[in-house]
C-alpha cells in the first residue's frame, strides 16, 4: 500500500468527504452561509461541545467513558459566576473555577480506578452529584455581571478578522492534544490501555496513573468550556450546558473513535466537530429550531454508521476501494 | 428426568452392544481435510473412535488437533471427507448438530458462564421445564446427581466464577454427560490443573469407558497419552503419522513422531561458562500459595523452573517482575536489595518478563511490530516533553526485529497479522531492546511452530552466552532439559527439587513435580 | 431445593445453604433493608413519612419509573444499554395525549394501544440497529435518543396538553384505587413480578443472563443472539409506550420535553439494584427497589424541608455511595468467600 492510498483509505478521508458534501449543500441552500459572519458564529457556537470533545476523545481511547462532562461545565460555571460575584477578579475566578473542575475530574477518576468501577456507571452518579452541588449554590439564579472582556472570549474576533477568540482558544488546546495523542509516548500508552489492559501493565505502564489523568484533563478542559460557554451566553446558570455530553460523544464516535476504546484520531474527530457544526449552522439558517437540530445529529450519526453497516465494516470497505482503485 | 436419563443410558449400552458386534465404530473420520484459505490444517485424516475405548491424540501446537476437536465439536466443517455415525454418514454444521449425535467437547478453556449457578451451566440453554416453566428443583437435583457421580461436592447454586480451573472442567464433563454422551472429547484437559486432579479426571475418564463412552483424549503429555489411551494417534502438520495400541509404543517413539526427527536437534544449547551470582531470592512467599522460594541466579546460566500449571512457577516470576507484589521475601540484584511492587520497578532494576499469554499480557495486538517492541523503553525514545523520537524509534524495532528474524512485510505490519510464532519473537524483540540482565521467560515456545521454536531456543542460547541471565519456565521436560544448566522443580507453591545439569534426569524431575506429593507428604 | 443438593454441597463453605439463609444473601433483601433504614431515618426526623397519603405519593412517584428501570434492567443484563427511554416516553405520551384530545370519547384501550405502539415501534428501530446493523447499544441508542426527542418537539411544536383538554376518565387511571392502594402502584407491582418470573422461569429470561455473562459462550450454546437483543429493546420500548400513556395521566400535563433525564434514572435505579453494567448478573426486583430508593430519597428531601436543590446532589451521591459500597465491601467479601472456599477443599 503507497502513502498515497494509505491516507485515503483513512476515515478522515471520508469524513472530509462528508464535510465538502455539508458545506456545498449549506452553500446551495442559503447564500448567507458561506458568509464571514455566519461561519464566524457558527463556529463560535459550536466551540464549548468543540473543546470537550478533546479530552473525551482521551477517555474514550482509553475504553473509559466520562458522561459527567455537561454536569462538570455547570458547575465550573457556578463556580465562576459566585466568584464573580463575590468580588473576585475574573482571571481568580477563571482560576477557580480550573480549579474545580480538576478536582471533579479527580474524583472521578479516582473512584474509577480505586473502586474498580465502570466510569459509565461512575459518571452517571457524578453527573447528578455535580449538577446538583451547582444547582445548591446557585439555586435558579443566574449570574450575568461578567466583565466586557471576559464576555469577548465568547463572542468576540480577534482584531477585525471574523476568527472568533473561542476558536483560537480551542485551536491551541487542538494542536497541543493531538501533539500528545499522535506525537507523545503518553498518547501511545493511552492507546495500548483502550486495547489490551493487561498487557499495558505488564509493559510498565501504571494504568491507574494513566487514567485519573485523562479524567482530570477531562474536568480542567470542562472548566475552559464552561468560561467559554458562560462568556458567549454571557450568563452563568446552575442547568448551563445541560445534556452536552450526547452531542460531544456523538462528536466524537463520528469523528472515527471507538466507543470501546483503542483507535481514533483527533483529526477524525476536528472534521467530525466541524461537519455537525455546519449542518446545524445550516439548518438554523433554513430556519429549523436547535430542538429540532437534534434529529439530524442523531441521524447524521446513525446514518453514517449503518447505512455502510457498522464503522469498522465501512473504514474496511473504504480501505478495500481505494487499495483496489490505486492497484488498477 | 432422572429416569430418562437411565432409560437413555439403557439404550445407549444396547446401541453399543450392536456396534460393538458388527465392528462398527461410534465415530469414524474418513480422509477428514481442512483448509483456511491456502493453508491446509488437515489432510485427509483418519481416526476411529470406539465405543468404550479411549483414543489418544498426540501432536505438536499446530499440528491440528484442535481443528480436529473444532470439527467434532460442529463449529467447522471439513473440506472434504466424511463422518460417520455408527457406519452412517453425519454431517455436522453446529453445535447443536455435534450435541444431537451424543458428540459432547470439554475445551480445553471452559467457555461457561460465571454468573450463572453450576446447575445452570451444566444445563444451559436446554433447562429442564415443568408446565412450560423452568423448573429449579430438577434442574439443580440433576446436577447434584451429575457431579455426585463424578464425586465432585460443590453446591450447585453456586455461581461458577467462584470455581477453580479444574473444577470448572469438572462442570463441562457434567454437561457432557448431560446430554448423555456417546463420543465424549477432551482437549487438553489436564493442561491447568494439578496433579491430583488429574487423577480425579482420569478416574472419571475410565469410568465412563467402562460405561461404554467413546472418548477422545487430546494431551501433550506423553506419559498421559500413554497411559490412558487404549490407541494413540499421532498428527504432524495436519496429517495422521501414526495410529497404534498404546501398549506397543514407547515415550520416544510417540515424540519422533510427533516431532518428525531426533527431539535433541532443536535445542541447541551452547556451552556458556557460568558468571558470578546476579540475582538472589530468600524466601518469597505470595499470591496466597506460594512459600519459601530461594534461588541464585549467576551470569549467563539458564535456570529452568520446571513445573504442572498451578505450581506456582508464573506467580514466581510476576512476583519477580512486580506484577503481584509479594507478602514476603528478600530480593537483591548485584548488591542492591530491591522492592518490586510495580512493573515499572522491576524494569529500571534489570528484569525483563515475557508473559505466558502472548495475546492477553504480551502483545498490544492491533499495534504495528514496532509500537510494540518499544513499548516498554518509549521514555528512553523520548525527550523530556514526551515527544518520541520516530526515526530512532524506527531504527530500534527494525534492528531487533531483523535480529529475530520476524518474517514481516516491516516494523509498520499490524501484530494481529502475523504467524504466532514471529509473534512471538516481536514480544521477545520487545523485551531484549530493554537490554535486560536478568530475562525471565514463561513458556516462550508455547503453541508456535517448530522452526520458530528452534529460533527461538538459538537466541536465548546466545543471549545466556552474552552475559545475560536466564529464568526459564516450562512444562516441556525435554525443552527445560536441553536448554537449562541447573533446574528448580515447582510443586503446590514451593520449590520441590533441585537438580544441576550433569544429574538431569527426566524420570526423577517429572516424579518430583507431580507424583511425591501424593506418597511422601501426603495433601499438601 | 432438593435433599440430595444439601446433602453433597461444600460444608464448610461460607456459603449459606437453606431457603432463608439464601435469601439473606440475597442482595435484594440488602437492599430492601437499606430502604427499610432510610425510611426509619426519615420516619424519626419527620412522622408525616408514614401517614397514608405521603407513602401513596411516594409509591406514585415511583411507579413510573420503576416500571422504565424493569425494562431497562432486562436490556443491560443482556449486556446492552437503552439511553432513548424518556425520549419514547415523551412520544408515546405526546402521541396518546394528542389523539385523546382529537377524539375525548374514544375508548381508553385504544389509547392504551397506541401508546404501546409507538413504544414498540420505537423500540424496533434500536432493536434493529443493535441486532442487525451490529451497531453497539450505547451509540445507538444515543443517537435514536436525539431523533426520538427530536421527532416529538418536532411533532409537539412547542404545544402542551393539559388534563383539561383531555377526558376526565384519562385523569382518573391516576385515582382509581385497589384496596386502598392506587391502580398504577398495583400495575407496577404486578409487571415487576411478571417479568421478574420471566426473567427466573422462562428460556428466554435465563438465555438473556447467559448472553450477559458470557455472549461468545452464549453463541456456543447455540442461544441465538440477534433474538435476544432485539426481544430486550423491544420489551424495553413496549415498556415506556405504556408509561409514556400512564404519564399523562398521572401529572395530567404533556409536552414534548418530559421525563428529559429517565434514561439515567432507570440505569441508574437498575445499577443501584445490583443489576451489573457488564450484565449477567441483577434481576428486576433490585431494580424495582432501586426505584423505589429514589422516590423515597426524593420524598425524604421534600419532607425534611431540606431545599429542593440538594434532591440532584443527595441522588448521585447514593448512587456513588451504592456502587462503592459494592466495589469496596461486596466484591472483597465474595473474593473472600471464593478463598476459603478452595482452601477449605485444599485441606
Known amino acids: 500500500m503507497t502513502r498515497l492510498t494509505a491516507l485515503l483509505a483513512r476515515w478522515e478521508t471520508f469524513l472530509l468527504l462528508v464535510l465538502a458534501a455539508a458545506v456545498i449543500t449549506g452553500a446551495e441552500s442559503s447564500h448567507y452561509f458561506l458568509t464571514s459572519s455566519n461561519l464566524s458564529i457558527a463556529i463560535a457556537g459550536a466551540m464549548p461541545i468543540s473543546i470537550v470533545a478533546l479530552p473525551m476523545t482521551l477517555v474514550i481511547i482509553t475504553g473509559e467513558i466520562d458522561i459527567s462532562v455537561g454536569s462538570m461545565i455547570g458547575l465550573c460555571a457556578t463556580i465562576i459566576a459566585l466568584s464573580i460575584e463575590a468580588g473576585c477578579s475574573a482571571p481568580l475566578a477563571m482560576a477557580a473555577g480550573i480549579a474545580v473542575g480538576a478536582l471533579a475530574g479527580l474524583v472521578n477518576g479516582a473512584i474509577v480506578v480505586f473502586g474498580a468501577l465502570p466510569s459509565l456507571v461512575v459518571?452517571?452518579?457524578?453527573?447528578?452529584?455535580?449538577?446538583?452541588?451547582?444547582?445548591?449554590?446557585?439555586?435558579?439564579?443566574?449570574?450575568?455581571?461578567?466583565?466586557?472582556?471576559?464576555?469577548?472570549?465568547?463572542?468576540?474576533?480577534?482584531?477585525?478578522?471574523?476568527?472568533?477568540?473561542?476558536?483560537?482558544?480551542?485551536?491551541?488546546?487542538?494542536?497541543?492534544?493531538?501533539?500528545?495523542?499522535?506525537?507523545?509516548?503518553?498518547?501511545?500508552?493511552?492507546?495500548?490501555?483502550?486495547?489490551?489492559?493487561?498487557?499495558?501493565?505488564?509493559?510498565?505502564?501504571?494504568?491507574?496513573?494513566?487514567?485519573?489523568?485523562?479524567?482530570?484533563?477531562?474536568?480542567?478542559?470542562?472548566?475552559?468550556?464552561?468560561?467559554?460557554?458562560?462568556?458567549?451566553l454571557a450568563s452563568a446558570r446552575s442547568?448551563?450546558?445541560?445534556?452536552?455530553?450526547?452531542?460531544?460523544?456523538?462528536?466524537?464516535?463520528?469523528?472515527?473513535?471507538?466507543?470501546?476504546?483503542?483507535?481514533?484520531?483527533?483529526?477524525?474527530?476536528?472534521i467530525a466537530l466541524m461537519v455537525l457544526a455546519f449542518v446545524q449552522n445550516s439548518l438554523g439558517l433554513a430556519g429549523v429550531t436547535p430542538e429540532e437540530q437534534q434529529i439530524v445529529t442523531g441521524a447524521v450519526l446513525i446514518l453514517t454508521l449503518v447505512v455502510f453497516g457498522g464503522a469498522t465494516k465501512l473504514r474496511r470497505t473504504w480501505r478495500g476501494l481505494m487499495q483496489s482503485w490505486a492497484s488498477e | 428426568m432422572l429416569r430418562s436419563r437411565g432409560r437413555a443410558g439403557a439404550k445407549k449400552r444396547i446401541v453399543n452392544l450392536?456396534?460393538?458386534?458388527?465392528?462398527?465404530?461410534?465415530?469414524?473420520?474418513?480422509?477428514?481435510?481442512?483448509?483456511?484459505?491456502?493453508?491446509?490444517?488437515?489432510?485427509?485424516?483418519?481416526?476411529?473412535?470406539?465405543?468404550?475405548?479411549?483414543?489418544?491424540?498426540?501432536?505438536?501446537?499446530?499440528?491440528?488437533?484442535?481443528?480436529?476437536?473444532?470439527?467434532?465439536?460442529?463449529?467447522?466443517?471439513?473440506?472434504?471427507?466424511?463422518?460417520?455415525?455408527?457406519?452412517?454418514?453425519?454431517?455436522?454444521?453446529?453445535?447443536?448438530?455435534?450435541?444431537?449425535?451424543?458428540?459432547?467437547?470439554?475445551?480445553?478453556?471452559?467457555?461457561?458462564?460465571?454468573?450463572?449457578?453450576?446447575?445452570?451451566?451444566?444445563?444451559?440453554?436446554?433447562?429442564?421445564?415443568?408446565?412450560?416453566?423452568?423448573?429449579?428443583?430438577?434442574?439443580?437435583?440433576?446436577?447434584?446427581?451429575?457431579?455426585?457421580?463424578?464425586?465432585?461436592?460443590?453446591?450447585?447454586?453456586?455461581?461458577?466464577?467462584?470455581?477453580?480451573?479444574?473444577?470448572?472442567?469438572?462442570?463441562?464433563?457434567?454437561?457432557?454427560?448431560?446430554?448423555?454422551?456417546?463420543?465424549?472429547?477432551?482437549?487438553?484437559?489436564?493442561s491447568a490443573i494439578s496433579a491430583r486432579e488429574v487423577d480425579r479426571l482420569f478416574e472419571i475418564v475410565r469410568r465412563l469407558k467402562a460405561q461404554g463412552v467413546a472418548i477422545l483424549f487430546i494431551s501433550h503429555f506423553i506419559e498421559e497419552i500413554l497411559s490412558l489411551g487404549d490407541d494413540v494417534t499421532v498428527l504432524r502438520s495436519g496429517r495422521r503419522v501414526l495410529t497404534a495400541r498404546a501398549s506397543e509404543l514407547t515415550p520416544e517413539k510417540t515424540v519422533r513422531a510427533m516431532i518428525g526427527a531426533d527431539p535433541r536437534k532443536f535445542f541447541p544449547k551452547e556451552a556458556a561458562a557460568i558468571g558470578a551470582p546476579l540475582m538472589s531470592v530468600r524466601g518469597l512467599a505470595g499470591a496466597g500459595f506460594v512459600t519459601d522460594i530461594g534461588f541464585d541466579l549467576h551470569k549467563s546460566e539458564i535456570l529452568g523452573f520446571f513445573g504442572l500449571v498451578g505450581a506456582g512457577r508464573s506467580e514466581v516470576a510476576e512476583m519477580l517482575f512486580g506484577i503481584t507484589p509479594p507478602d514476603r521475601g528478600e530480593i537483591t540484584i548485584g548488591a542492591r536489595t530491591v522492592h518490586l511492587h510495580r512493573p515499572q520497578e522491576a524494569m529500571q532494576a534489570g528484569i525483563s518478563l515475557l508473559p505466558e499469554d502472548r495475546h492477553q499480557q504480551g502483545l498490544v495486538l492491533p499495534f504495528p511490530i514496532r509500537s510494540n517492541e518499544t513499548l516498554p523503553v518509549l521514555r528512553e525514545l523520548s525527550d523530556r516533553l514526551g515527544l518520541i523520537d520516530r526515526s530512532r524509534e524506527a531504527e530500534v524495532a527494525r534492528d531487533f526485529t531483523d535480529r529475530m528474524h520476524v518474517v514481516a512485510t516491516g516494523v509498520e505490519q499490524p501484530t494481529n497479522t502475523l504467524s504466532g510464532g514471529n509473534q512471538q519473537k516481536v514480544l521477545l524483540a520487545k523485551w531484549l531492546i530493554p537490554r535486560p540482565l536478568v530475562l525471565i521467560l514463561d513458556q516462550p515456545t508455547r503453541g508456535i511452530d517448530v522452526g520458530a521454536k528452534a529460533e527461538i531456543h538459538r537466541i536465548v542460547s546466545r543471549l545466556a552466552a552474552e552475559g545475560t541471565a536466564i529464568i526459564l519456565i516450562g512444562d516441556d521436560a525435554e525443552e527445560v532439559m536441553a536448554m537449562a544448566d541447573r533446574i528448580l522443580v515447582f510443586r503446590n507453591g514451593r520449590i520441590a527439587a533441585e537438580f544441576a545439569r550433569e544429574s538431569f534426569d527426566r524420570e526423577a524431575i517429572l516424579l518430583a513435580a507431580a507424583h511425591v506429593a501424593r506418597n511422601a507428604q501426603g495433601p499438601a | 431445593m432438593?435433599?440430595?443438593?444439601?446433602?453433597?454441597?461444600?460444608?464448610?463453605?461460607?456459603?449459606?445453604?437453606?431457603?432463608?439463609?439464601?435469601?439473606?444473601?440475597?442482595?435484594?433483601?440488602?437492599?430492601?433493608?437499606?430502604?427499610?433504614?432510610?425510611?426509619?431515618?426519615?420516619?424519626?426526623?419527620?412522622?408525616?413519612?408514614?401517614?397514608?397519603?405521603?407513602?401513596?405519593?411516594?409509591?406514585?412517584?415511583?411507579?413510573?419509573?420503576?416500571?422504565?428501570?424493569?425494562?431497562?434492567?432486562?436490556?443491560?443484563?443482556?449486556?446492552?444499554?437503552?439511553?432513548?427511554?424518556?425520549?419514547?416516553?415523551?412520544?408515546?405520551?405526546?402521541v396518546s395525549a394528542s389523539w385523546l384530545e382529537a377524539n375525548p370519547n374514544g375508548p381508553l384501550v385504544l389509547v392504551f394501544l397506541i401508546g404501546c405502539g409507538v413504544g414498540l415501534a420505537m423500540g424496533a428501530g434500536n432493536a434493529l440497529l443493535v441486532a442487525l446493523f451490529r451497531i453497539p447499544a450505547i451509540v445507538a441508542t444515543l443517537g435514536t435518543l436525539a431523533i426520538y426527542r427530536g421527532g416529538v418537539i418536532v411533532y409537539a411544536g412547542g404545544r402542551q396538553i393539559s388534563a383539561t383538554q383531555l377526558p376526565d376518565s384519562y385523569g382518573h387511571i391516576a385515582e382509581i384505587a385497589f384496596l386502598g392502594v392506587p391502580i398504577l402502584v398495583w400495575l407496577a407491582i404486578a409487571l415487576t413480578l411478571v417479568f421478574g418470573l420471566i426473567a427466573r422461569f422462562t428460556q428466554v429470561g435465563r438465555n438473556l443472563y447467559a448472553l450477559g455473562s458470557n455472549p461468545e459462550g452464549a453463541r456456543f450454546a447455540g442461544i441465538g443472539e440477534g433474538r435476544h437483543i432485539a426481544f430486550v429493546f423491544l420489551n424495553s420500548g413496549l415498556l415506556c409506550g405504556l408509561v409514556g400513556v400512564l404519564w399523562g395521566a398521572r401529572f395530567g400535563t404533556v409536552d414534548a420535553v418530559i421525563a428529559p433525564d429517565l434514561n439515567l434514572q432507570a440505569i441508574s435505579a437498575a445499577v443501584v439494584g445490583g443489576v451489573s453494567i457488564f450484565g449477567g448478573s441483577g434481576s428486576v426486583y433490585g431494580a424495582a427497589i432501586g426505584a423505589v430508593i429514589f422516590a423515597v430519597l426524593q420524598n425524604g428531601v421534600q419532607l425534611l424541608g431540606i431545599n429542593q436543590f440538594w434532591l440532584q446532589a443527595v441522588v448521585g451521591a447514593a448512587i456513588l455511595v451504592t456502587v462503592l459500597f459494592y466495589s469496596l465491601f461486596a466484591r472483597r467479601a465474595e473474593e473472600a468467600e471464593r478463598m476459603s472456599r478452595h482452601q477449605a477443599k485444599r485441606r
Not at chain 1, 435558579?140 to 464576555?151: K, L
Not at chain 1, 499495558?200 to 475552559?224: E, P, Q, T, Y
Not at chain 2, 483414543?55 to 476437536?69: D, I, M, P, R, W
Request: proline share 3%; with cysteine.
Open chain 3, 2 to 94: 432438593s435433599k440430595s443438593a444439601d446433602t453433597i454441597s461444600a460444608p464448610a463453605s461460607g456459603m449459606r445453604s437453606g431457603t432463608i439463609g439464601r435469601l439473606l444473601h440475597a442482595r435484594e433483601f440488602r437492599l430492601a433493608i437499606a430502604l427499610f433504614v432510610i425510611g426509619l431515618l426519615v420516619t424519626l426526623r419527620e412522622p408525616r413519612f408514614l401517614q397514608a397519603s405521603n407513602l401513596e405519593q411516594v409509591a406514585l412517584s415511583a411507579t413510573l419509573v420503576c416500571i422504565v428501570a424493569v425494562g431497562e434492567a432486562l436490556v443491560i443484563i443482556a449486556r446492552q444499554v437503552d439511553l432513548s427511554v424518556g425520549a419514547i416516553v415523551a412520544m408515546s405520551a405526546f
Open chain 2, 18 to 190: 450392536i456396534s460393538e458386534f458388527f465392528g462398527v465404530s461410534a465415530i469414524e473420520l474418513r480422509g477428514v481435510t481442512k483448509r483456511f484459505g491456502p493453508v491446509e490444517v488437515l489432510s485427509e485424516v483418519d481416526l476411529s473412535l470406539d465405543a468404550g475405548k479411549v483414543h489418544a491424540l498426540a501432536g505438536e501446537n499446530g499440528a491440528g488437533k484442535s481443528t480436529l476437536v473444532k470439527i467434532l465439536a460442529g463449529i467447522h466443517q471439513p473440506d472434504a471427507g466424511e463422518i460417520q455415525r455408527d457406519g452412517v454418514e453425519i454431517a455436522l454444521n453446529g453445535v447443536s448438530d455435534a450435541q444431537r449425535h451424543g458428540i459432547a467437547v470439554v475445551h480445553q478453556h471452559p467457555a461457561l458462564f460465571p454468573d450463572l449457578s453450576v446447575a445452570e451451566n451444566v444445563f444451559v440453554g436446554r433447562q429442564p421445564k415443568k408446565h412450560g416453566r423452568i423448573d429449579w428443583a430438577t434442574m439443580n437435583a440433576g446436577a447434584a446427581d451429575l457431579l455426585a457421580g463424578l464425586r465432585m461436592a460443590i453446591d450447585v447454586r453456586l455461581p461458577v466464577k467462584m470455581l477453580s480451573v479444574a473444577e470448572r472442567q469438572g462442570i463441562e464433563v457434567a454437561k457432557a454427560l448431560s446430554i448423555d454422551a456417546r463420543v465424549l472429547v477432551l482437549d487438553e484437559p489436564t
Open chain 1, 123 to 232: 459518571t452517571i452518579g457524578t453527573l447528578a452529584l455535580y449538577r446538583g452541588v451547582a444547582q445548591i449554590l446557585l439555586k435558579e439564579r443566574g449570574v450575568s455581571d461578567f466583565p466586557d472582556w471576559y464576555q469577548a472570549i465568547g463572542f468576540g474576533t480577534v482584531g477585525s478578522t471574523p476568527i472568533p477568540w473561542s476558536a483560537v482558544i480551542f485551536l491551541l488546546f487542538f494542536a497541543g492534544f493531538a501533539v500528545y495523542l499522535h506525537r507523545t509516548r503518553y498518547g501511545r500508552v493511552l492507546y495500548a490501555i483502550g486495547n489490551n489492559r493487561t498487557a499495558a501493565r505488564f509493559s510498565g505502564v501504571n494504568v491507574g496513573c494513566v487514567l485519573i489523568g485523562v479524567f482530570v484533563a477531562s474536568g480542567i478542559m470542562c472548566s475552559v468550556a464552561a468560561i467559554v460557554l458562560t462568556a458567549y
Open chain 1, 239 to 270: 442547568d448551563t450546558a445541560i445534556g452536552l455530553e450526547l452531542p460531544v460523544i456523538t462528536a466524537v464516535v463520528l469523528g472515527g473513535v471507538n466507543i470501546f476504546g483503542g483507535s481514533g484520531t483527533l483529526g477524525g474527530v476536528l
